[in-house]
């Protein structure tokens, strides 16, 4: 047992929400007598209620970092312990379900168990029994002393059934939320008698807490432990049923403070900081002011001899004529968003496609790396730099040079080296006078003031959350330079491989505007393979039991990036590729991020981010 767990589902609108609503309020007031119901002690294993044993734990868990937290061993009886996990796999209906922070196969709350039939509840006798014995005074007393928690509710019931096959993980977060006061996990691994494997993945992950710079707690960057502020995440699994015959199987919930009417409530004061959730909602982009020197060059006015002359350092030729620049700029007004293909001139991506590969091979993050999950360490090296807090994002960029020091290669020499080139696009390209001028042709709006990033996005470490500016629009300009994202076969076919996919996630995705309780960020997966809690009718859904006759929710064959789903707020997907300009223009409230990068990536998701802050030009009556 672990004082750790993934954020709350959101609640879900059933075909029956007063029902629904019903049912929690009931079982609130029902499950307020369940200590009388039976005797818990014999379910749980020998000596775990033993003083003795109360007191190791307690010491533990006074010394524990980086957070406070305790292990038992074995806290259940074999007898019922595997009765509950046959009755898991075989009577309860689990649903995949995926968002900006996690990929989990997951049951519903299993507090309704209490308005199933008697036939019903008969098909799970040993799940009721260890739901009961969990929330018995009995072991929320031998909490209390472990922890020191206070009174814990024996009615406000919050668990559910959790499976983790290959792929699925859970990003960094905490669990500040409402009245929890501890969190739980209850390990039923699969086969039962066979020990999990480190290099399987699915670790629990624990990191150390230190102060940002808007005074909220955040996380370090790299974690400490993996078996407060409680934040953690679970490390991706690796392996599949048919390959190691594994899936992370495991029970998990919270213990509520004393609600109105127990014994030790009391009222709730406001929290003193943000939740890890809270901190998501919004962030703000530090942008960099144009020289004042130069004057800018406004929408639809050519592009100088000058300009042309430095663009073509980079660009493909294509780009530069201004018949095209027309069409783009149609098209972009029409749609707000652009992908352009073979963006970059031929001999420069032809190195990056080259040289970033061999980066991926050089840090151990390549196809034929030992460890599927790298260390948190692989591609720091050389000019590479980690960026947190990864409750917000995790990813390398390259370093800041030191004062006086320019690393950016410009003029690019035949010599420069895959590093300096896309230094050069991320501190010459994207910030520069001509290219800024492009831009305006392009979009028709003035660019104001800029902000660039080069960004490595390494499998099975890295991602962004959902974040939105609630400030003005702006102008999001993705420079993708992942390579083998897109391949051709000998006919010149284009070849589905596993980024564009799905499978290896680093898609990015815009979401509309989030309004309500629900959670901003679940969203159809960017391959349109499954449905995966999309939309407002299926949106954290609970998924009772099968005995309880709940819907499932079933692949619907679209894709998301072509179609995407405006029931599920899902505005644009996109997946990682190769020498291809992204432009968006992103509205105010707009959710943005990057699915995490999955371990089964042969490589890094490679970009260089612009952004813009951008202003319409004025334009007389009769224009």
Excluded at 183 to 192: A, E
Excluded at 574 to 583: H, I, M, S, T
Aim: hydrophobic share 35%; glycine share 8%.
């Amino acid at each position: 047992m672990v004082v750790t767990h993934e954020r709350s589902p959101s609640p879900g609108p059933s075909e029956e929400p007063a029902l629904l609503k019903r049912m929690k309020t009931n079982h609130i007031a029902s499950t307020s007598n369940a200590d009388a119901r039976v005797d818990p002690t014999p379910y749980f294993a020998a000596d775990v209620l033993n003083p003795n044993n109360i007191h190791r734990l307690h010491t533990e868990y006074a010394a524990s970092g980086p957070f406070k937290h305790a292990i038992v061993d074995k806290l259940f009886q074999d007898p019922i312990l595997k009765g509950v996990k046959d009755e898991c796999l075989s009577e309860l209906s689990f649903t995949e379900k995926e968002t900006d922070i996690y990929k989990v196969n997951q049951t519903g709350d299993l507090a309704s168990l209490n308005f199933l039939t008697e036939q019903q509840i008969s098909l799970l006798p040993n799940l009721v029994t260890l739901r009961d014995a969990l929330y018995s005074s009995t072991f929320r007393d031998f909490l209390r002393a472990v922890t020191g928690c206070g009174p814990l509710s024996g009615s406000k019931q919050d668990m559910s059934v959790n499976t983790y096959r290959k792929g699925c993980h859970l990003l960094n977060h905490d669990d500040v939320i409402g009245s929890r006061r501890v969190s739980y996990i209850l390990y039923m691994p699969l086969p039962r008698y066979q020990m999990w494997q480190k290099e399987w993945g699915g670790a629990l992950e624990l990191y150390p807490t230190v102060v940002g710079p808007d005074g909220n707690p955040e996380p370090a960057a790299v974690p400490s432990k993996s078996p407060g502020k409680s934040f953690h995440s679970v490390e991706e699994v690796v392996v599949g049923e048919g390959e190691d015959g594994r899936q992370r199987l495991s029970i998990s919930g919270w213990f509520h403070a004393a609600q109105p009417g127990e014994p030790g409530y009391e009222r709730e004061s406001a929290p003193e900081v943000k939740s890890s959730r809270e901190q998501l909602v919004t962030t703000s982009t530090v942008f960099n002011a144009y020289s004042e020197a130069e004057e800018p060059s406004l929408p639809d006015t050519p592009l100088s001899e000058q300009h042309v002359a430095f663009l073509s350092e980079y660009l493909n030729p294509v780009y530069l004529q201004q018949r095209t620049l027309k069409a783009l700029a149609s098209r972009f007004v029409e749609e707000s968003s652009l992908e352009l293909h073979s963006f970059l001139a031929t001999p420069l991506a032809d190195r990056l496609s080259k040289g970033l590969t061999e980066n991926d091979v050089q840090s151990g993050l390549g196809p034929s790396r030992t460890e599927r999950i790298p260390p948190h360490s692989a591609g720091t090296e050389g000019e590479w730099v980690l960026k947190g807090p990864p409750h917000k994002w995790r990813y390398c960029t390259l370093k800041t040079p030191a004062a006086g020091k320019v690393n950016a290669a410009f003029p690019l020499s035949a010599h420069a080296s895959p590093d300096a080139i896309v230094r050069s696009l991320q501190d010459e390209l994207f910030p520069s006078a001509a290219f800024r001028a492009w831009l305006a042709n392009v979009s028709q709006l003035l660019p104001l003031q800029w902000h660039a990033e080069a960004r490595r996005f390494r499998p099975g470490l890295d991602y962004t959350l959902a974040t939105s500016d609630e400030k003005d629009a702006r102008l999001d300009v993705v420079l993708g330079l992942t390579p083998n994202a897109e391949t051709t076969d000998t006919q010149g076919d284009e070849t589905v491989g596993g980024w564009q996919t799905g499978e290896w996630g680093g898609w990015e995705c815009y979401m509309a505007p989030h309004e309500g309780e629900d959670d901003p960020a679940v969203y159809r997966s960017g391959a349109g393979q499954k449905a995966n809690g999309t939309n407002s009718s299926t949106n954290g859904a609970t998924h009772d039991t099968k005995t309880n006759g709940a819907d499932h929710m079933e692949d619907d064959g679209h894709d998301a990036e072509d179609e995407p789903d405006p029931d599920d707020g899902t505005l644009l997907t996109v997946q990682p590729g190769f020498n291809r300009l992204l432009l968006v223009l992103r509205d105010q409230g707009v959710m943005r991020f990057v699915k995490y990068v999955s371990a089964a990536a042969e490589g890094s998701r490679w970009d260089v981010c612009g952004e813009y802050e951008c202003g319409a030009v004025q334009l007389d009556d009769d224009e």
